[in-house]
């Protein structure tokens, strides 16, 4: 059994590069140890996990908008896309040394994501907060950036 048990909780789309530095930063820390390193997402944060997502539409939303507006809402959307690859590389990396990524259930059905939408390696429990209550009990740290 691990000595080092810790939930990283996640429910805001904004903080995800944070998460996932945090979780980068304590790995090298705990290398010589076992550990158990559960990212778990709730609430928007779930959106992070799916494959494909491409926020178009702020740019729909938008098409009545002269073009000089709607290029700066669509470098924003490039670069949010670009920080998120980032972010999806980091994440898919942390996964091979043994993080695990578990999404709500019941936030992934409140904003009509399918299973089969998800990163292959991305977990589902059926609610977010009743896995927090249990890893809790299991004597996990418990870390919200």
């Not at 990283?8 to 158990?36: A, C, G, M, S």
């Not at 009545?64 to 959307?77: G, H, R």
């Not at 089969?116 to 009990?137: C, D």
Request: net charge negative; with cysteine; glycine share 4%.
């Amino acid at each position: 059994m691990p000595q080092n048990k810790v939930i990283f909780h996640i429910d805001e789309l904004k903080n995800w590069k944070l998460l996932l530095n945090n979780v980068n930063n304590l790995i090298p820390l705990l290398r010589k140890e076992e550990y158990d390193i559960e990212v778990l997402a709730n609430g928007e944060a779930v959106k992070y996990y799916v494959m494909d997502h491409i926020p178009k539409e702020n740019l729909e939303k938008n098409q009545d908008v002269d073009k000089s507006t709607n290029f700066e809402i669509e470098k924003e959307y490039i670069q949010g896309n670009k920080e998120k690859e980032s972010c999806k590389v980091t994440m898919e990396r942390l996964y091979k040394e043994g993080v695990k990524f578990v999404a709500c259930n019941n936030s992934l059905n409140g904003y009509e994501i399918k299973q089969e939408e998800l990163l292959s390696y991305i977990n589902v429990v059926p609610s977010g907060v009743y896995e927090l209550v249990l890893k809790q009990q299991k004597g996990y740290a418990y870390i919200k950036p």
